[in-house]
């Protein structure tokens, strides 16, 4: 005798934060996208265009993007050490590989890469990337106050929890904003407090939008904790400007609010009349350690190292009590400790070789390279846009995303409605169907209502890049043409 | 102009934030499910400092991990102190014996495994003539194999979220070998290390403190660490440790009717085997029942599997919780199981790596699309540990280049294994007052010991549980780190601890005889 059983976790038994939470980076239009990649392996030919280009991720080694040389070095120095005693190695690592990779071993417990570090990180590579802020930064750094997590993703997650207690607690957001921000709230159980970046003045973030939404909240009886800024900006690439860092930080110091300065993509700047500065050191700059709380994260995913697999990152915080350092201590423990390749590769990343060492030169000219094809890749993506009907597109100063404004006609949007698809995300379906180009409706990162956008990577191969404007060209044509109003 | 624009704007907006801040909510997103805040009556103010230890997540407060707590603490100020003052204590060293760390203390990684990992990590050492001198030519396939099933070789890249799916197959058909029932490589999320899996699965379960978990006691603090994080109750079930640290069923249904009666609802039963830290390897009767009881219950069988390669015993092996369910005839229809499985065990010790995997079975279509939503917002677990996980899970086989070396490492690692756990447990047997169960498995031992009444005075004299001051002293004395029993659980007025049998061979015989020495003088002390 059959009977229907019930599964022992019903969808409507789990936890309703996980239900809640979204993360459209690699969500419906992403999903579809692999459904449509299957079928084209399987029917070569179904499809109006020959593979999927993933313009959702910033994801660049996926798209070619090599990593660095010297990193590789003394990433396999470190996981192979027998290499170092062989006398081969002199003929296919650089003198500074080796090196380097005896140096790390020195520092790691038990000499190896296979054992749990101290939950902080291997000290050794704290005093390393500490010395990197120092120099990046010209204020000293201290490596007790580093915590080395896998990617940054997982130090957001550790921060929000350490701060949010409730619906009550609130934390403000740029919108438009990386949704890992949204999620890690809604999964925390927080309250997102959104303020609005200006899109006409080049997303501009304003104080007094900010003191707006700030006050609106504690009006409505939610206790803000925390303020992220995205800085160089995703999905929006601005880079703020020297004085607009200082009004921030004046602002959080005055409200008691702690400062999470997402800085991934300090690497990734592309204008020559903007450049990045830490938050941490406009602070040290004009305050004292007991006046205003940081969170400053760090990735190896972003710059021109593009190590996202690898799973590195880290926080530096800067005005906090012993007593709170030492939670976020007990919280890092219970998991022991991140994984030592992306401990390794964040020393490396924020102490790479130096002028007059063995591979400087080869060094420089992959970082040069890789830098200067991401600033034209986002010129020339950036202009396209531009070019588009209804189409506005703020230039990207930096990070990897350029995130156009497009103003759909009444008659996409009721064929959207009548999908039962937000505009945006019908707008990028139809692209994806139309092109096999993956990007991300605008409605995932956040946007003033009424308006849409769509956010692309500049990370496609730069050899690409025309085929890619034509494709968005010709199907934006297309689109206008079957929805003119 | 501008200027004047802007000022106008900022007017605006500050009449518009005003007006609308009782009338309506604030522009929504028209599609996200991004939350605003709510009508709460009371105004909320700033706080200044920002952050105080009274603000933070209760939850954060409240969880505790005593394998990297207080007394490690105070080992690494110790380590310290004889750095920087050398004799300045009655031991040279410290020896940490309180943490599954194998290769923090000279055991060295599988060559294979280690081959293949510098030749993913740097490809074109797969370029050079050099190499085939310098690497095994299976070490050299495998690295090819490997990098032919990532996209594009890039092993940079972000994967899938639940892992390559190449490294799933072979993990899936490692799967099946050990079992010879077959696994689905969209069961198997890649994670870095166990750890995060566990968590997945807590915060997945647990909605409310009203939810509850059942747990060994003893148990590896990590689930009473998540369970507290993630606001869940801890439904504590006790090991038998008279019968081998047994796992009774009317113990099972004894506690889960107890929570039940009290209003909480149980979601899942965690099972650690081996275990830890008691080491014992449950009998396949005993699994049975288990499967049955879960099944009969409803509960999600949560199956911590990361010691399935440290076995020492001949009379006992390992059987995996879904070979032992499929073998009963139980599908997916019939029960929830997830099976945790690591690259820091075993043999291969690889804890740095954060290398591990669960395999969930039973669970609907939605529910998996939701596990899937959670790993996709950090996008994938790092790739060393995806490698290394499709190594542990499919090493070198009979007639490969390094089979007989893979095979001499992995037999003398988990011979001296055996040997270091059979010392440790005959020295703690020997001591008075301690008594200790066999390490059958794992990587530890979890001795008991009767201590004097004047001990236990002593100890709450400065307000410590006795086991914690029982091991600051033998720290003091010896420098050995061993960790309390209480930060495992036990049976209240019980007291232990937990000793790791991975100091390296040699130094086990000076362990013992400075830890006996230790026992002995504080026996003298307290005796009753």
Not at chain 1, 348 to 365: D, Q, R, T, V, Y
Not at chain 1, 372 to 386: I, V, W, Y
Not at chain 2, 94 to 108: H, K, V
């Amino acid at each position: 005798m059959s009977f229907i059983k019930t599964p022992a976790v019903p969808v409507e038994s789990i936890n309703p934060k996980v239900k809640d939470c979204e993360y459209a980076v690699r969500g419906e239009i992403f999903n579809h996208a692999q459904r449509l990649q299957e079928e084209l392996e399987k029917n070569p030919g179904s499809r109006p265009f020959d593979e999927i280009t993933y313009c959702n991720l910033g994801n660049p080694q996926a798209l070619g993007q090599k990593p660095i040389t010297f990193f590789r070095q003394v990433l396999a120095l470190c996981e192979y050490p027998a290499l170092l005693d062989s006398d081969e190695a002199h003929k296919i690592f650089s003198s500074d590989a080796i090196s380097r990779a005896k140096k790390i071993l020195s520092t790691l417990t038990g000499k190896s890469t296979g054992a749990y570090s101290h939950s902080k990180g291997a000290k050794g590579l704290r005093e390393m990337i500490a010395d990197g802020i120092a120099l990046r930064d010209g204020y000293p750094a201290n490596p007790e106050d580093i915590f080395l997590t896998d990617g940054a993703s997982a130090a957001v997650h550790m921060i929000m929890q350490l701060l949010i207690r409730s619906e009550n607690d609130g934390i403000l957001c740029p919108i438009p904003q990386y949704p890992l921000y949204s999620a890690a709230i809604t999964l925390h159980g927080g309250t997102l407090v959104p303020y609005y970046l200006s899109e006409s003045n080049n997303w501009g973030l304003e104080v007094f939008e900010l003191k707006g939404r700030l006050d609106l909240a504690r009006e409505n009886g939610i206790s803000v904790k925390a303020m992220v800024v995205i800085n160089p900006g995703n999905p929006t690439g601005q880079v703020l400007s020297e004085s607009n860092q200082q009004e921030i930080v004046e602002l959080c110091r005055k409200e008691g609010l702690v400062l999470l300065a997402d800085e991934v993509y300090q690497d990734n700047v592309y204008v020559k009349d903007k450049k990045f500065i830490s938050f941490k050191r406009i602070i040290r700059s004009g305050y004292r350690d007991d006046e205003i709380s940081v969170v400053s994260f760090q990735s190896i995913s972003k710059g021109y190292y593009g190590e996202c697999g690898k799973r590195g990152g880290y926080i530096e915080l800067c005005g906090f009590r012993e007593d709170v350092k030492d939670q976020i201590y007990k919280v890092a423990s219970v998991n022991l400790c991140s994984n030592t390749t992306g401990q390794i590769l964040a020393s490396l990343i924020m102490n790479p070789p130096k002028p007059g060492e063995e591979s400087h030169k080869l060094f420089f000219s992959e970082k040069e390279a890789i830098l200067s094809s991401l600033g034209r890749r986002a010129k020339a993506l950036e202009d396209a846009f531009n070019s588009m009907e209804g189409v506005s597109c703020q230039k990207a100063e930096g990070a990897m995303y350029l995130f156009p404004r497009i103003k759909l006609p009444n008659k996409a949007i009721d064929a959207a409605d009548k999908a039962g698809m937000v505009p945006d995300a019908f707008y990028a379906l139809r692209l994806l169907d139309a092109t096999g180009l993956v990007l991300v409706p605008g409605s995932g990162f956040g946007q003033v209502p009424g308006t849409w956008h769509v956010r692309t990577t500049i990370l496609p191969d730069e050899s690409k890049i025309p085929d890619i404007v034509s494709r968005l060209k010709t199907f934006h044509e297309s689109f206008m043409r079957e929805f003119q109003d | 102009m501008r200027r004047f624009v802007a000022e106008k704007a900022k007017r605006a907006l500050s009449s518009y934030l005003l007006s609308s801040s009782r009338s309506h909510p604030s522009p929504s997103l028209t599609s996200s499910p991004l939350k605003f805040y709510s009508t709460a009556a009371s105004m909320a103010s700033k706080l200044n400092p920002p952050v105080t230890v009274d603000t933070l997540n209760p939850k954060v407060l409240k969880c505790e991990y005593a394998v990297r707590g207080e007394i490690v603490t105070h080992a690494q100020r110790l380590q310290e102190e004889l750095q920087t003052q050398p004799g300045s204590h009655p031991f040279d060293e410290i020896l940490y014996c309180n943490i599954g760390n194998p290769q923090s203390l000279a055991q060295q990684p599988i060559t294979f495994f280690r081959e293949v990992l510098a030749l993913t990590d740097h490809p074109a050492l797969l370029d050079k003539s050099e190499s085939a001198a310098l690497f095994s030519s299976d070490s050299i396939e495998r690295a090819w194999q490997i990098l032919d099933v990532i996209p594009g070789r890039a092993t940079g890249a972000y994967s899938h979220s639940q892992g390559v799916k190449g490294l799933r197959d072979a993990i899936a058909a490692g799967i099946d070998a050990r079992d010879g029932f077959p696994s689905n490589p969209d069961d198997i999320f890649l994670t870095d290390g166990a750890s995060p899996a566990v968590h997945m699965m807590m915060q997945l379960l647990i909605r409310t403190e009203n939810d509850g978990i059942l747990c060994p006691i003893p148990q590896y603090p990590l689930y009473s660490a998540s369970i507290a994080l993630h606001g869940g109750s801890l439904v504590p079930y006790y090991l038998n440790e008279g019968t081998g640290w047994g796992l009774e069923i009317s113990e099972l249904t004894k506690q889960l009717e107890e929570a039940r009666s009290k209003g909480i609802t149980v979601r899942a039963l965690v099972v650690i085997n081996p275990g830890n830290p008691t080491g014992q390897v449950l009998a396949e009767e005993n699994q049975r029942q288990i499967v049955e009881f879960c099944k009969k219950e409803g509960l999600v069988l949560l199956a911590d599997e990361v010691y399935q390669e440290n076995i020492y015993v001949d009379d006992k092996s390992f059987n995996s919780f879904k070979k032992i369910a499929r073998s009963m005839g139980y599908g997916e229809d019939d029960l929830s199981v997830v099976s945790f499985q690591s690259v820091s065990k075993g043999y291969y010790g690889e804890c740095g790596k954060r290398g591990g995997y669960m395999e969930i079975t039973g669970f609907s279509a939605d529910v998996r699309e939701q596990i899937y939503k959670v790993a996709s917002v950090n996008l994938c677990s790092n790739i060393s540990g995806q490698i290394l996980a499709s190594l542990v899970m499919n090493p070198p086989k009979v007639g490969d280049e390094s089979y007989e070396s893979y095979m001499a490492e992995k037999d003398g690692i988990l011979q001296s294994l055996a040997r270091r756990a059979k010392a440790l447990e005959d020295a703690f047997n020997s001591m008075e007052g301690v008594t200790c169960n066999k390490a059958e498995g794992a990587m530890y031992l979890f001795p008991r010991i009767h201590l004097p009444q004047k001990a236990i005075d002593a100890a709450k004299a400065v307000n410590k549980a006795p086991d914690a001051f029982y091991a600051q002293r033998l720290l003091e004395a010896t420098g050995i780190v061993v960790v309390p029993g209480s930060g495992f659980g036990q049976v209240p007025g019980t007291w232990h601890f937990r000793c790791t049998i991975l100091p390296q061979e040699d130094k086990i015989p000076g362990i013992i005889s400075h830890f006996k020495a230790f026992h002995e003088s504080f026996m003298s002390e307290y005796r009753d």
